[in-house]
């Protein structure tokens, strides 16, 4: 019976890392159905949504320590459930850009969490502003809004956010 394992691995950046670690994937008869990998500072962080049949994962479990060592990454794994969908929910991007302050994911997941939003993807960026070089920092979310949100009542309240922390908060339906 097919499963599902969900792994994470970070390590020192290097050319390779990311076939290093498939091959072993690979070598078990595991196949990586999605993944997620960035590069953070010096580290490479991956999280891998892995399938094969349950044996197989079982390998792959049970050869973690020996993986950490030949790959020198910190490897964590664990089974994971297909999650169920909510099918009220509409998809929506909200976008963001403002001078790096500290506070700014914390407040805007706040208010996203208030309202019962799922935030299925997050990602964050700094970035020097194009003319004056101050550090931007940049928010890209994808959301799942449940149909009985009042998208104006979340609106006034990220532009409550937007005055705050002086951001450029945008809200659109996902296409």
């Known amino acids: 019976m097919k499963q599902q394992l969900l792994l994470t691995a970070v390590g ?11 091959k072993e994937i690979l070598d078990r008869s595991c ?3 999605e993944s ?13 949504l892995v399938s094969g049949p349950s044996e197989r ?14 790959l020198q990454l910190s490897i964590q794994m664990r089974y994971s459930e297909v999650a169920p969908q909510k099918s009220n929910a509409i998809p929506y991007i909200l ?3 403002s001078l790096d302050t500290p506070g700014i994911v914390h407040s ?18 700094t970035e020097s502003a194009p003319m004056t070089g101050a550090p931007l920092f940049i928010i890209k979310a994808q ?12 609106k006034k309240e990220l532009e409550e ?5 002086n951001l450029d908060l945008r809200l659109h339906p996902a296409v």
């Open 143 to 154: 959301l799942l809004i449940p149909a009985d949100v009042s998208i104006m009542l979340l």
């Open 31 to 33: 196949n990586i159905e």
């Open 36 to 48: 997620r990998m960035s590069l953070l500072a010096g580290d490479f962080a991956m999280i891998l």
């Open 12 to 22: 020192k950046d290097r050319i390779g890392i990311v076939d290093d670690l498939s």
């Open 95 to 97: 976008e963001s850009s």
């Open 108 to 125: 805007v997941s706040t208010v996203l969490r208030k309202y019962g939003i799922n935030i299925t993807d997050l990602e964050t960026n």
């Open 57 to 70: 994962l079982g390998t792959l479990i049970k050869d973690k320590t020996v993986l950490e060592e030949r």
């Open 161 to 165: 956010l937007e005055l705050n922390y």
